[in-house]
């Protein structure tokens, strides 16, 4: 926080701030660890945290390119676990429907999570249902963006997309999700018997 803050990391060597490259976004360390602060009971420094994170991201209207995988694990799993921590009425870690300034809270983590949910869901525009590899927070996925997706992108998406369904109440994140993971499991089915294709498949697929 004192080297890097509002950037996305820590340069060890140089002790400055940068942006994380698959992730080009402010404060994506602190919205990845965040919940870290909740689980150790410190309550003033999540209090800061949650704050510090509105205050920097108001919103996810940003041009900027990113990985739907990355940000899907460090930023959108971030905020909903964060979230559920805010409002555990057993950890009294905030007040609920309170002031963030004086350790309130009122769903801030959860509508940046939906705001950005909606921004990565272009990227499930393909004609299998696996998404892009890389999506812009503002206008979509990017011209000319290879058809080629890591398995990791197309198959584990299904725990941060369903929680976001259960806590909008939006069915449509996690039913994108889990047709990737089943178009996946189609694939594999495919190509199991295919041993020059074995290698292929555990890498990468394609999404259109």
Not at 170 to 189: E, I
Request: charged share 20%; proline share 5%.
């Amino acid at each position: 926080m004192a080297h890097a803050f509002p950037k996305g990391e820590l340069l060890p060597r140089s002790c400055v701030g940068a942006h994380f490259d698959l992730v080009k976004l402010p404060v994506v360390t602190l919205v990845d660890a965040v919940d870290t602060l909740a689980i150790l009971g410190n309550r003033s420094e999540f209090q800061g945290a949650v704050r510090r994170i509105s205050e920097v991201l108001p919103d996810f209207d940003v041009d900027v390119n990113v990985s739907v995988f990355e940000t899907n694990i460090r930023v959108l799993g971030g905020l909903l676990s964060a979230h559920l921590f805010a409002t555990d009425e057993r950890l009294d870690l905030m007040e609920p429907h309170g002031d963030l300034a004086t350790g309130g809270y009122d769903d801030e983590l959860l509508k940046l999570a939906v705001d950005l949910g909606w921004r990565l869901l272009p990227a499930f525009d393909t004609a299998t249902g696996i998404p892009y590899g890389t999506v812009n927070l503002a206008y979509g996925v990017p011209r000319g963006e290879t058809t080629v997706s890591s398995l990791a992108g197309a198959g584990s998406l299904s725990l941060e997309f369903s929680v976001l369904s259960a806590l909008s109440g939006n069915p449509d994140f996690g039913r994108k999700a889990r047709a990737s993971a089943r178009a996946l499991y189609d694939l594999s089915l495919i190509h199991i018997s295919e041993p020059t294709r074995r290698y292929a498949i555990s890498y990468a697929v394609f999404c259109l």
